[in-house]
């Protein structure tokens, strides 16, 4: 069965670190894997994703992820955090075999406070 | 516009009573979903439709129904509200093409009392 594991309830960063949103997966196919953002009160909007090719992806407000296979991890990164990136981040995958009728498949979230 | 509409954003409703929550989109998408959210348990799929005529059950579907109108409408009904589907509800829509995200609606946030 397809899962996703989001280790970390809450990642607390200062403003102009790095900061890691961590993402381990388990498909029985090849995986597609995304990253959503949402912020208070709003619907979930897609950050990026790793369909194939490059491990490292990048995608919106200057965020990337780094998809690798051997530790079935997509982790989410990005080199300068903004107090603006506080918000719940999600990691999805979907099984590109088409286990699980190709559905989504959440993790449950992670919330990202970034402190000035 | 938004590609992905949900009404009503909010609403409150007394246990044992039926509701239905809509979803509309301009994406020209064949597949839709309804989701639920609760905290600390991620999003998870309560239906899905990949057609007018196809639709399926989620991991959550009991005490939930859907109906898929025309390809760009699919409602959500509870047909007795319980004060347990107390949650935030998205509908999403996916394409079969190239690009495989979904794209979620803003949401509508029911609370039965």
Not at chain 1, 7 to 22: S, Y
Not at chain 1, 64 to 75: D, G, L, P, V
Request: aromatic share 12%.
């Amino acid at each position: 069965a397809q899962s996703v594991a989001q280790p970390e309830d809450q990642v607390n960063v200062a403003e102009g670190n790095p900061l890691t949103v961590k993402c381990t997966y388990s498909v029985s196919g090849n995986p597609y894997l995304f990253w959503y953002v949402q912020y208070p009160n709003r619907g979930l909007q897609f950050l990026l994703k790793y369909i194939t090719g490059d491990n490292l992806v990048k995608g919106s407000y200057g965020f990337e992820a780094e998809f690798n296979k051997s530790q079935t991890s997509f982790h989410l990164k990005k080199p300068s955090a903004l107090v603006s990136d506080s918000a719940l981040y999600f990691c999805a995958v979907r099984d590109s075999d088409g286990g699980s009728q190709g559905n989504l498949i959440f993790g449950k979230g992670t919330k990202l406070s970034v402190k000035p | 516009d938004a590609d992905v509409t949900q009404t009503p954003r909010n609403r409150i409703t007394k246990t044992g009573k039926r509701i239905m929550l809509e979803c509309s989109q301009t994406k020209g998408h064949d597949r839709m979903y309804w989701y639920r959210q609760d905290p600390g348990l991620g999003l998870r799929l309560i239906y899905y439709s990949f057609d007018v005529k196809d639709i399926n059950k989620g991991e959550i579907s009991d005490g939930y129904s859907v109906s898929r109108q025309a390809q760009a409408k699919f409602s959500l009904s509870l047909e007795s509200a319980i004060p347990n589907q107390t949650a935030l509800y998205f509908c999403a829509t996916r394409g079969t093409g190239g690009d495989p995200e979904a794209f979620f609606g803003q949401g509508t946030r029911l609370t039965v009392v």
